[in-house]
């Protein structure tokens, strides 16, 4: 079982729907919980962080946590073509120490 | 604020050669490190975590003697790659985690190194 999994797609939404990206973790003693977001040749660049149980909205995004189910996600409401890209979800726990686990990526893909 | 950068942002050079890539924090300082390399169409791959002062820690598969890191300062790390082959072709990426932030790591623009 990988660290930190997520399903690779592509998730293909159309303009304005809300795309729903999830990840799953395997250290149940994880303790931060990032989304970053990566254009094709880009480094990633962070969207948010989320450290609680519950929802944590900035802007049209929210990032969901639920550590007893070990699983985190990321909505995104009306989706905007430009909000097309690979989306990263890392995980920071005791295991790993300073270090951030990232999975594979979701490519998302919005369509005009 | 939480602004990485990185030099150069592209560079092409001659195997056998070695080239130098620089991360700074511009606007926080930056005790962790981070160098990751990405391949097209693959994800992040941790090389090495490297402390102000310190010796990296680089992980396993790694050759340290290939990438040299030095993290001088608490704003400055540099990622040397020696005697560079087409192999060595790469985006390499860095990014920091400050000591007055949260332990969110801000990544850095990334250099892509091609080995001719």
């Known amino acids: 079982q990988k660290e930190v999994e997520q399903n690779s797609g592509p998730l293909s939404v159309p303009e304005g729907a809300i795309a729903s990206l999830n990840c799953t973790y395997s250290?149940?003693?994880?303790?931060?919980f990032f989304w970053y977001r990566q254009y094709s040749g880009k480094s990633p660049e962070l969207i948010m962080s989320i450290y609680s149980n519950g929802d944590k909205e900035d802007g049209r995004f929210t990032a969901q946590l639920n550590k007893a189910s070990q699983y985190v996600s990321l909505l995104i409401r009306d989706s905007q073509p430009s909000d097309s890209a690979t989306y990263l979800c890392?995980?920071?726990?005791?295991?790993?120490?300073?270090?951030?686990?990232f999975g594979t990526g979701t490519r998302l893909a919005v369509r005009p | 604020g939480a602004v990485v950068s990185q030099h150069p942002s592209w560079v092409i050079c001659k195997s056998g050669t070695s080239v130098k890539i620089e991360c700074r924090s511009l606007d926080f300082q930056a005790t962790t490190m981070f160098w990751y390399r990405q391949f097209p169409k693959q994800s992040l791959m941790l090389m090495a975590t490297s402390n102000e002062g310190s010796k990296a820690t680089y992980e396993q598969g790694v050759e340290k003697d290939k990438f040299l890191i030095n993290h001088a300062s608490l704003t400055l790390s540099t990622l040397t790659v020696t005697s560079a082959h087409p192999e060595d072709s790469s985006f390499y990426i860095c990014s920091a985690r400050g000591t007055g932030v949260t332990d969110t790591q801000y990544f850095g623009p990334g250099t892509r190194l091609t080995v001719l």
């Open positions: 890392a995980v920071k726990g005791p295991i790993s120490g300073d270090k951030l686990t």
């Open positions: 250290d149940r003693g994880s303790q931060s």
